[in-house]
């Protein structure tokens, strides 16, 4: 008996295989580097922010177009933005001042003990005086 190959009166060649389709949206890799960047957050402070591993940020951002279902809502709330959004369903809301960075940290600085937040608002305070002086010294 001799084998024999069938191809139905189809072509199966590489040409004819079936056409991709093409997304138009970035894929959900570079729509949630998009939207971290927007919030103001590096890898490290998104990842600390729901609480899992820089790497687990750096995987969905680059390697797979399967969004993380179980980490869906929390991302939403941290980035500022709707699921549907992260999925690209739908449109991104503006980022509200909220989310940047600099009031972040300016929540951590509440934290911290009476002398601690003493010590980092003195900081801060010479280096605004130090910004205004050099403003006043430019424009007079």
Request: no cysteine; glycine share 8%.
């Amino acid at each position: 008996m001799e084998n024999r190959a069938y191809t139905f009166g189809h072509n199966f060649s590489a040409d004819a295989a079936m056409p991709k389709t093409v997304s138009l949206s970035p894929g959900f890799g570079p729509r949630l580097a998009a939207l971290r960047k927007t919030a103001g957050y590096t890898q490290t402070e998104l990842a600390d922010a729901i609480g899992v591993s820089q790497r687990v940020i750096a995987y969905y951002e680059g390697e797979t177009d399967h969004p993380p279902a179980a980490l869906l809502p929390q991302l939403a709330q941290v980035l500022g933005v709707s699921a549907d959004t992260l999925l690209g369903i739908g449109t991104p809301r503006k980022a509200k001042a909220a989310d940047t960075r600099l009031t972040r940290r300016l929540q951590q600085i509440e934290k911290l003990d009476p002398q601690e937040k003493r010590q980092v608002l003195t900081l801060l305070d010479a280096f605004i005086e130090r910004a205004q002086l050099k403003r006043q010294g430019a424009s007079g």
